[in-house]
């Protein structure tokens, strides 16, 4: 089939091969990098959620702080990381919400935690009232109840369900992210060399079908030449243009060989008449002509004796 194809089309068939596998490695090279910056993207959210899981807990210990300060003190000072943490805690709880809203498993958990820390809050809240209004034995007392250790247990069960998943998490994606970037340095450390070996591969073949062949008719065509038509080229069955060039060398190289016979022999015969004619001029008896030509002729000839016969006029009456 490739001795079908003209040359153009053979060039434009390596070029096309070098590019579609370059489009093949750059597909697979994109493919690989997006994957790792997807997985990138999935453990930074990970760590995201981890942190707003640590930031929740570490708000309410500050409001425990702060209510525990006021109940041993009176100080309403004391009361302060209470109230801050009070403000924003419904923030981070639709924060942590919001952001795990791709995890069903973690969405259940937020809506278990979500009432347990408002019911922590109205506790501590009730603690704190008992405390301003009754002082601190009623306050104590309420303490006593356990119901705000309860709560606290229950809400550090499920923040720690929702580190153990989002751990899991992280490692999977961790996990993810190396083999895409694994695969993606492979794809350039392995597609360097690879299109290397494909672009000289296609080098060669380009060379061994054209350059080679086309060398070859010109070395011919340089010791014709020089003279020599005995040269010629191998009979070749290719279709494209190297084919066509060799057999018309071929044919040329021939058409030269009987034309250069036929001048030789054109020549050979005028230059022997010539020298014949000269050799006869003024030569009057026939057996001295007829001795000159056979002495030339037969060894031109490559005869070995030679022959005249001399007619005589025969003279016949009719009656």
């Given at each position: 089939?490739?001795?079908?194809?003209?040359?153009?089309?053979?060039?434009?068939?390596?070029?096309?091969?070098?590019?579609?596998?370059?489009?093949?490695?750059?597909?697979?090279?994109?493919?690989?990098?997006?994957?790792?910056?997807?997985?990138?993207?999935?453990?930074?959210?990970?760590?995201?959620?981890?942190?707003?899981?640590?930031?929740?807990?570490?708000?309410?210990?500050?409001?425990?702080?702060?209510?525990?300060?006021?109940?041993?003190?009176?100080?309403?000072?004391?009361?302060?990381?209470?109230?801050?943490?009070?403000?924003?805690?419904?923030?981070?709880?639709?924060?942590?919400?919001?952001?795990?809203?791709?995890?069903?498993?973690?969405?259940?958990?937020?809506?278990?935690?979500?009432?347990?820390?408002?019911?922590?809050?109205?506790?501590?809240?009730?603690?704190?009232?008992?405390?301003?209004?009754?002082?601190?034995?009623?306050?104590?007392?309420?303490?006593l109840t356990n119901k705000g250790q309860?709560?606290?247990?229950?809400?550090?069960?499920?923040?720690?369900?929702?580190?153990?998943?989002?751990?899991?998490?992280?490692?999977?994606?961790?996990?993810?992210?190396?083999?895409?970037?694994?695969?993606?340095?492979?794809?350039?450390?392995?597609?360097?060399?690879?299109?290397?070996?494909?672009?000289?591969?296609?080098?060669?073949?380009?060379?061994?079908?054209?350059?080679?062949?086309?060398?070859?008719?010109?070395?011919?065509?340089?010791?014709?030449?020089?003279?020599?038509?005995?040269?010629?080229?191998?009979?070749?069955?290719?279709?494209?243009?190297?084919?066509?060039?060799?057999?018309?060398?071929?044919?040329?190289?021939?058409?030269?060989?009987?034309?250069?016979?036929?001048?030789?022999?054109?020549?050979?015969?005028?230059?022997?008449?010539?020298?014949?004619?000269?050799?006869?001029?003024?030569?009057?008896?026939?057996?001295?002509?007829?001795?000159?030509?056979?002495?030339?002729?037969?060894?031109?000839?490559?005869?070995?004796?030679?022959?005249?016969?001399?007619?005589?006029?025969?003279?016949?009456?009719?009656?």
């Amino acid at each position: 089939m490739l001795n079908r194809l003209r040359i153009g089309s053979k060039i434009g068939s390596g070029f096309t091969l070098s590019i579609v596998i370059l489009s093949a490695i750059g597909f697979f090279s994109y493919g690989s990098t997006k994957e790792l910056i997807g997985s990138s993207r999935k453990e930074k959210h990970t760590y995201e959620v981890l942190s707003k899981i640590a930031e929740l807990s570490s708000q309410l210990t500050k409001a425990e702080t702060g209510q525990r300060g006021y109940i041993i003190t009176g100080e309403q000072s004391y009361l302060e990381p209470y109230l801050a943490s009070n403000k924003v805690l419904d923030q981070t709880i639709t924060e942590l919400q919001e952001i795990t809203r791709d995890n069903p498993k973690q969405q259940r958990l937020v809506e278990r935690l979500k009432p347990l820390i408002n019911q922590r809050m109205i506790v501590m809240q009730e603690v704190i009232n008992l405390r301003r209004k009754q002082g601190l034995a009623a306050a104590r007392e309420a303490i006593l109840t356990n119901k705000g250790q309860r709560l606290m247990l229950e809400i550090a069960d499920l923040g720690e369900q929702m580190k153990k998943e989002e751990q899991r998490l992280l490692e999977l994606r961790t996990n993810q992210a190396q083999s895409a970037a694994n695969r993606t340095l492979d794809s350039i450390v392995y597609s360097i060399p690879l299109i290397s070996l494909i672009l000289a591969g296609i080098g060669f073949w380009l060379t061994r079908h054209i350059s080679i062949p086309l060398q070859k008719i010109s070395q011919a065509a340089e010791t014709m030449a020089d003279g020599d038509l005995s040269v010629s080229l191998p009979r070749s069955d290719r279709l494209d243009e190297i084919g066509v060039l060799t057999r018309t060398f071929n044919q040329m190289v021939e058409n030269l060989r009987v034309s250069y016979q036929q001048n030789a022999e054109q020549n050979w015969l005028k230059s022997n008449l010539a020298e014949f004619t000269q050799t006869l001029q003024g030569q009057r008896h026939r057996e001295s002509v007829a001795q000159l030509i056979l002495s030339k002729l037969a060894p031109l000839v490559g005869a070995q004796q030679g022959v005249f016969y001399i007619m005589t006029k025969l003279t016949k009456n009719l009656y």
